[in-house]
């Protein structure tokens, strides 16, 4: 989950709330990283 702060948008668990990466200045910085950890949770399984 991608959520805004005052010092930019960070991305979260959505389980845990655990910080995966941040913060970026732009939503479509969030968004590339979500992609990267969404794909390496499934990469060889």
Same mark, same amino acid.
Request: proline content about 2%.
């Given at each position: 989950?991608?959520?805004?702060?005052?010092?930019?948008?960070? /991305?979260?668990?959505?389980?845990?709330?655990?910080?995966?990466?941040?913060?970026?200045?732009?939503?479509?910085?969030?968004?590339?990283?979500?992609?990267? /950890?969404?794909?390496?949770?499934?990469?060889?399984?």
């Amino acid at each position: 989950m991608i959520i805004r702060r005052k010092s930019g948008y960070f /991305v979260l668990s959505e389980k845990t709330r655990r910080n995966l990466g941040g913060p970026y200045k732009t939503k479509e910085e969030a968004k590339k990283r979500l992609r990267q /950890v969404e794909f390496f949770k499934h990469f060889r399984k």
